[in-house]
């Protein structure tokens, strides 16, 4: 029932309907060239919605609506024809608009061919879209431009390390998809062209910064590599992309005449720059740094043909050997070659680091990384605690720390009930599960297990998306236990920071998990975790001991679902018979130190044990 031009204000997210009448097409394709435009400035991060006509055509895409889209109950917000769009921005701010949570409820007389429609205006990254454009600060440019636990731990850590007096650049590629408020603050810092492919062919390196919290920030400019809105496209793409990005980063540091003691690569997509300090770069300053290489999660190696990586990085024919950087004889491995030169390998837990060197976990490189064994080490990572900390939290109905949880949660698990559609009831157990809904976090098990727990005194909440085996069984437990369990398909920042709150436990039975921050943000939210003993899980979380009343969580070892029915029975038989040690647990657990200060202190001394003294 708005203009068009008002539909497509999306800066001041008032998207709201779309007429569908021919003589609304004009401004329909209007508003497509302001969406487009503003991609242009920000990147792919928005699309143009769907026209939705009523009726027959809503019953076509919506089978089993009635003409009208209807969301689970468990969202307690309903979008009227009629709401003005202040009242629309009041409940989409409010939700996460996503197809399978969406209700549309014609009131009887509006008049006009259109059907209310607002989700794909905030894709492709809707819970990134909502900061846009009025980001404050470094903050929430971290939370558009990260792409999961590495994004976490490049944002974090370098903060961190410039605490303990560290002088910190960090330098990452100039992508599209950071906000056009955050490109026009970067100082421009001189450009130049190198040599990259093995032809001699040039290509251009722009470098552009931007500081703060103590830390210098380098982007690297070429639009012909970084031209895409996402960091990730496809393996096609991303070898000659960071193939470019590894030399040009080394580059950079000689032409600003900055001659760093360490240069720490993290994961294949920089797994090149070893090998390049000890060829192309061995006769200039950078040359003479150390190299450490961490491994976020070994299953992604930057494997591709071998002609084609020796053409992108002009690496010399000698690093292509069965011991450097050849896989399968016809293949390359970037990663392989990166553990070969390196002078340090760390994993993000002392735990994955000795089982990467197994046939189980070691994706094919536990040889390479046994004869490697002398230079690998494990630490740990952290969380941010000034982000994740519910004694500041503006997003929790009641925020608490250590001294107040046992009683403020109780109004944050009310919270959590009413809003995902859970029978309020303080006397039940909520168990909660935030993950990607892939095999490799143990869904397997939790959907063996479901069936066992729902008893009647337990209810479960699961969020996240990904395969859609697991979206459509976790959907189908939300319909058989209504009232007891809530599948929120989806990815919600603000859910996700209630549910830590509001949950008595908190499920991570991961296949294997390299270091793992969902338990850490558990405990610093007072939810017990209950985890297999893998990776980083195993290394921070400690089984509870009944007899001392010790530990922090329930853990369980081998990859069996009657192992995890068995954990979790054994967290519901404390927290329903022995409603004191859990409340010691939950104290035990937002004490714990899960901070990067003492990762960062691992870091920094490993750096001075490298450094050479001269």
Known sequence: NYPISQAADITAFEATCVPVGDDQLPMLEQAREIVKSFNNIYGETLVMPEVYLPENELERRLPGTD?????????????????????????VMSMYTDPNHIRVEDPGNVEGNVVFTYLDVFAKDEHFVKYLPEYKNLDELKKKY????????????????????????????????????????????????????????????????YQEDGVVYDFIDNDEFFSWGDPYTNLIDDIPKFCYFGKAALAALNYLDWTPDIVHCHDWQAALV??????????????????????????????????????????????????????????????????????????????????IQTEEYGEGLEEHLRYHNNKVLGIVNGIDTDIWNPATDKLLASKYDAESAIKNKKANKKALQESLGLDVDDNKMVIGLISRLTNQKGLDLVNDVIPGIMDGNTQVVVLGTGDAQYEDTFRYYEDKYK??????????????????????????PSRFEPCGLTQLISMRYGAVPIVRETGGLKDTVQPYNAFENTGNGFTFDRYESGLLYDAINRAKTLYFENRVYWDDMVVRDMNKDVSWEQSAKQYKDMYVELTPRY
């Open 67 to 91: 003409g009208k889209a209807k969301m689970s109950k468990s969202l307690g917000n309903t979008i009227y024809l009629a709401d003005t769009p202040e009242e629309v921005k009041r409940k």
């Open 146 to 209: 990260q792409t999961g636990g590495l994004g976490d731990v490049m944002y974090a850590l370098p903060k961190a390390l410039a605490k303990l007096n560290l002088d910190v650049k960090v330098i990452l590629p100039r992508y599209k998809c950071i906000p056009q408020k955050y490109q026009e603050k970067m100082e421009y810092r001189g450009s130049f062209y190198m040599d990259l492919c093995a032809d001699g062919k040039q290509y251009y390196v722009g470098i552009m910064e």
């Open 274 to 355: 070893p090998l390049y300090l000890r060829t192309c770069f061995s006769d200039t300053n950078v040359g003479r740094a150390i190299a450490v290489l961490t491994i976020h999660n070994l299953r992604f190696q930057g494997v591709y043909d071998r002609k084609t990586i020796q053409y992108w990085s002009g690496l010399p024919d000698y690093v292509f050997n069965k011991d450097c950087m050849i896989q399968n004889w016809l293949d390359a491995n970037m990663l392989k070659g990166g553990i070969t030169y390196s002078n340090k390998v760390t994993t993000v837990s002392n735990t994955y680091a000795w089982e």
């Open 483 to 508: 009232g007891s369990f809530c599948a929120y398909i989806a990815y919600n920042e603000n859910v996700a920071h209630n549910i830590y709150a509001g949950c008595d436990a908190l499920l991570v």
